[in-house]
């Protein structure tokens, strides 16, 4: 089954910095690649996601690079503010057609002001 | 709109007693998933349904473990005989086809 290795387990950044939070994969035939963020004591939101068919998706200042050959995906932040502190997980959908999300450990992202 | 519900938000029993998880997706929602998330760790898949239909159920523990969704709408998860491991927040979510998983807020089970 599919395999998710997050890190670093924490950052810490000034605001302003950029963050990059990376991942890896170990079933080459997984085809989707969500970002969750989860604040303290609350849901894992969504924030972004990309296919396989894609290499790299922007929204404002996060973006998701996807390296499928390396099976490696990465989140950036740039610009870091202080409402960016959560912990942030990356998940891949297994392959095969199946819908099941295997997430990391999550990285805490503390963003000093 | 209102996003996936789920209840109660918090439930404690005592080591041996049966309880039920129930999720609210959100409206016309297709997909629907049960998480498990440990404290400090990532969301741990359970099992999910298309409509009523249980597709994958190779993440549940065991087989005191077992959910239902009987009219494509509602899920309960059902936790029997429950042990001081079970302890942790079961999380739903929901998904209107193939991609986008939306979760609830969960509910933080303890067992004494």
Redesign the interface.
Known sequence: GENVEQHPSTLSVQEGDSAVIKCTYSDSASNYFPWYKQELGKRPQLIIDIRSNVGEKKDQRIAVTLNKTAKHFSLHITETQPEDSAVYFCAAREGGGSEKLVFGKGMKLTVNP | GAGVSQSPRYKVTKRGQDVALRCDPISGHV?L?WYRQAL??????LT?F?YEAQ??K??LPNDRFSAERPEGSISTLTIQRTEQRDSAMY?CAS?PG?????????TRLTVL
Request: aromatic share 24%; hydrophobic share 10%.
């Open positions: 997909s998933y400090g760790q990532g969301p741990e898949f999910y298309n597709q994958d190779s993440g999380r998904s193939y991609n986008e998983q939306f979760f609830g807020p969960g």
